[in-house]
């Protein structure tokens, strides 16, 4: 690994632990709060910018994950078996989704999604017996560790770093092996991918289920975080928000849920505190959006390879323009002693 | 006598009222080059996309290797070592042309679970540098495949269809668009291939071309077809001796 | 009987409003590639505009001509030159949340900026009940009706009769080729961009009167048209009429027949049963996969 590279991981480490620390108990809950969306959109990023699906029914995954942790606490059965049943839950429906992907295209699967979102949030508003329908669930509890208590903001915050780190490690193995340039074939150019024998077909679904499964996880995390869930974060908005943070963060690069989820949820709550700023932060944001994809359409992670492909494209256009003049000298030279 | 590699049998398909392929039949050989030649609209790229299973014919039978596989996709036909060029470039713009290889070989070793565990390349990473210097694109290798030039992208788009070693690889139009001076290392690249394989395979294939010069320098036999017929099949000299065939396409 | 005749005739009412948004997404999306998330804002602005007109003593109708006006030039022209332009190569995903984004800002801009308020809006239409068979309609709902299938039948008189918007049309199918024709492709869209802003402009001139003026009034509107579009079929004109009109009807009798809280779940449930069996819309056509 380069030089650099591990300087920034053990940099960023080092921040990741010691930051909450000087945190009041507002901050480490945003900070966690941050953490749960980079793990939900971690796994839209893979769906959408990976393998070039598309989905704006993220939040839907997001609010079963939720919803199922939440449901088996109150039936008195532990957060560590709600968490792989939310995972298994959402794996299983993941899949169901990627099912339309395999018939519909582009703008027509968006809108399949939308319609998949919306049915779920209207389970989850309706079904009082299941859900409490618009009173949602409360008293959530935190997950147990022996020995260790996770009421506290600052235990869970390292509890939910953990877990995060964890199955960023766990996805950053599944891109790195052959099933990372599968979907990246997918994405670019299905056709051609499947006449050199990458099954679209499965990889597809399983695009949809792996990313259902992270938003999944992050919805119990969630639920544990905020110990009170009503339908309102898991409709079509939170969505659209979720694919606002995967864009902006920048599409297919690994890292772009971390700064996404830091535009989506942590810029507005610092727009709000910045002196002046008060009812402004919102349309601040907005605009501070608009300006963002026009500037970087690829995402903020774009920038060094944009910086570089302007330097390259420079050197290119001097050494076209060197060349031009030393052939010009020669021309001059030659035409010189011809004439002499 | 020696089975055919691909034995095609009265195949039929039909837009609407326009009968795009009317009744073709003809046989590939293992080793053999095997050329299609003809107007526009006589119906070549219909009969490739039938034989590849993008489309299925109407009537007929395509078999490979005596394997009866008319009614199967393109993923199936990939699996059982048909490779393919298409007409419109296709590489994968946004992987290092070394990816790009990889990735077109990299479905046919394990199955998707053992994958996960398998390294980055596949082990393919030998296979795809022997390949890439053997096209001679080392020199841009390691750019990402959007940014080579259009000749380059098709020495590219023809190295994926070999780095799975299919048995049968179907070639649309691989000169169209080429810089001409490109076009006899195509066609050395090619035989090289057929010829002297560095693996053991000896691939054979089937090429849709419109380059005269290329087909007849190119291929053991040739297929000549007009308005969704055969008109003749056999080799170049015989072909471009037959008087129909003068006729018809190759112009008085 | 009376009673599902008058909603059902009001339900046109505000159908065919949804009708008139709805038909300018599919025009955008059609011309230009441009899914939209700010065009309830699109309705929203026009109707504070209007309100500031009136209130520097402009008359109803002519605060009208210098809205759509203005919204041309600022919703139409540079909206696209700002936004749809610089990212239209880079495909769907980032005109879709530079939208989100400039719906955002839009929103709470006007919130911020100038009032949070809802405000009243004059209405074209006296205030007069008509009683026919027995059923009661107010004028208002017989005028928006006629006047936004007017509009939408112009539109699509304009988009197939006329030269310019056979064009247009050429230019939604393939632009390419289009434009190997000779089409002016840039001027062609930006008269697509153009249209949308009258018709978002109409819409809030109808709409605003029942609904009043507030910074918020896009969101609900804009979701209902991008609904409607769907549900008639996005890559089709005449299925934004046929969606408006069906979200505006079912709407109204699902509020007065079930329950008022169901009003606004409607569209969504609409939605979700036409994506199910027809994806491509009632009136939509299928679109193969491309090489």
């Known amino acids: 690994m380069k030089k650099t590279t591990l300087i920034s991981i053990a940099i960023s480490a080092l921040v990741l632990l010691t930051l909450p620390q000087f945190l009041r108990n507002y901050g480490i809950y945003l900070l966690t709060y941050w953490l749960v969306f980079v793990l939900a959109t971690m796994g839209l990023n893979l769906t959408v910018g990976y393998a070039g699906q598309k989905s704006l029914g993220h939040a839907a995954f997001f609010g079963i994950g939720a919803y199922t942790v939440a449901i088996l606490l109150k039936a008195g ?128 679904l ?84 608009v300006v963002l994809m026009v500037g970087l359409p690829d995402g903020l992670l774009s920038l060094p390879d944009r910086i570089r492909d302007r330097k390259a494209a420079r050197a290119a256009s001097a050494a076209r323009a060197q060349a031009a003049a030393d052939a010009a000298g020669a021309a001059q030279g030659a035409a010189k002693t011809g004439a002499m | 006598m020696a089975q055919s590699l691909l034995k095609v049998s009265g195949l039929k398909k039909a837009y609407g009222a326009i009968q795009a392929v009317g009744g073709v039949s003809f046989e590939v050989m293992p080793g053999e080059i095997f050329g299609v030649i003809g107007p526009n609209g006589s119906g070549k790229t219909t009969l490739f996309n039938s034989m590849l299973g993008q489309i299925t014919p109407d009537e007929g039978k395509i078999e ?189 | 009987m009376t009673d599902f005749l008058q909603l059902f005739f009001s339900g046109l009412a505000t159908g065919s409003i949804y009708a008139l948004a709805a038909l300018g997404f599919t025009l955008l999306w059609q011309a230009a590639g441009t899914i939209n998330f700010a065009q309830g804002e699109f309705v929203m602005l026009p109707a504070f505009m209007m309100l500031a007109f009136i209130g520097f003593g402009a008359p109803l109708m002519l605060s009208f001509a210098l809205t759509a006006l203005v919204s041309v030039v600022v919703l139409g022209w540079a909206f696209k030159r700002s936004l749809v332009d610089p990212l239209f190569k880079f495909g769907m995903m980032p005109i879709v949340v530079a939208t989100i984004g400039l719906s955002i800002a839009l929103r709470n801009g006007l919130r911020a900026g100038y009032s949070a308020e809802a405000h009243p809006f004059p209405s074209l239409f006296a205030d007069k009940l008509f009683s026919i068979a027995g059923v009661t309609i107010t004028l208002a709902d017989v005028g928006t009706l006629v006047l936004a299938l007017l509009i939408v039948s112009a539109t699509q008189a304009f988009l197939s009769r006329t030269v310019t918007g056979r064009a247009m049309q050429a230019v939604a199918q393939n632009t390419e080729s289009a434009s190997v024709l000779g089409i002016n492709v840039p001027r062609m869209i930006f008269y697509t961009f153009a249209i949308n802003a009258v018709l978002a402009c109409a819409a809030a001139l109808l709409v605003t009167p029942t609904y009043l003026a507030k910074f918020d009034m896009g969101e609900s509107l804009g979701t209902k048209a991008f609904f409607a579009a769907i549900i008639g079929g996005f890559n089709n004109s005449r299925g934004a009429l046929l969606g408006g009109l069906i979200v505006g009807v079912c709407e109204n009798l699902a509020a007065a027949y079930i329950s008022p809280a169901y009003k606004d779940a409607v569209a969504l449930v609409i939605f979700m049963v036409v994506i199910l069996f027809k994806p491509q819309g009632l009136m939509g056509r299928k679109e193969e996969r491309k090489v």
């Open chain 1, 77 to 204: 059965i532990s957060w560590w078996i709600g968490l792989p049943a939310a995972a298994v839950l959402c794996f299983v429906v993941g899949l169901i989704l990627g099912f339309p992907a395999l018939r519909v295209q582009t703008i027509y699967l968006a809108f399949a999604t939308l319609g998949f979102n919306t049915a779920v949030w209207l389970l989850m508003r309706n079904e009082e017996w299941l859900t409490g329908g618009t009173f949602g669930i409360n008293n959530i509890a935190r997950p147990g560790l022996p020995g260790i208590s996770l009421d506290g903001n600052l235990a869970y915050y390292y509890f939910v770093l953990g877990v995060t780190v964890l199955l960023s490690l766990l996805l950053w193995g599944l891109l790195r092996s052959p099933w990372g340039k599968a979907f990246t074939a997918l994405r670019d150019n299905p056709i051609r991918a499947e006449s050199l024998g990458v099954d679209i077909r499965n990889y597809t």
């Open chain 1, 206 to 289: 399983l695009s949809f289920a792996i990313g259902a499964v992270y938003a999944g996880i992050a919805g119990a995390l969630f639920a544990s975080l905020v110990q009170f869930i009503e339908p309102a974060p898991f409709a079509v908005a939170a969505s659209i928000m979720m694919y606002l943070m995967v864009v902006v963060g920048g599409p297919g690069y690994f890292l772009g849920p971390v700064l996404g989820a830091a535009v989506g949820v942590v810029l507005p709550e610092w727009m709000r505190d910045a002196p002046g700023v008060a009812d402004w932060y919102l349309p601040l944001f907005g605009a501070a959006v």
């Open chain 2, 64 to 252: 490979l290797n005596g394997e009866d596989v008319t009614q199967l996709g393109p993923l199936e036909l990939n699996r059982r070592g048909v490779g393919r060029t298409f007409q419109t470039l296709q590489v994968f713009g946004k992987m290092s042309v070394r990816d790009n290889l990889i990735v077109a070989a990299q479905e046919h070793s394990g199955t998707m679970l053992s994958r996960i565990f398998a390294p980055g390349d596949s082990n393919l990473g030998a296979k795809a540098d022997a390949l890439i210097d053997r096209f001679r694109i080392r020199h841009v290798a390691h750019k990402k495949a959007g940014e080579l030039s259009y000749g380059q992208q098709k020495l590219v788009d023809i190295a994926m269809a070999f780095m799975s070693e299919p048995d049968l690889v179907l070639l649309d139009e691989p000169c169209a668009g080429v810089n001409p001076s490109l076009v006899g290392g195509i066609s050395t690249l090619l035989k090289d291939l057929n010829h002297n394989p560095q693996f053991e395979k000896r691939s054979s294939f089937v090429v849709i071309e419109h380059n005269m010069d290329f087909v007849m320098d190119l291929c053991h036999r040739i297929m000549v077809m007009v308005e969704g017929q055969v008109m003749a099949i056999g080799t170049p000299a015989e072909i471009r001796a037959n008087k129909q065939v003068l006729d018809a396409y190759l112009g008085n």
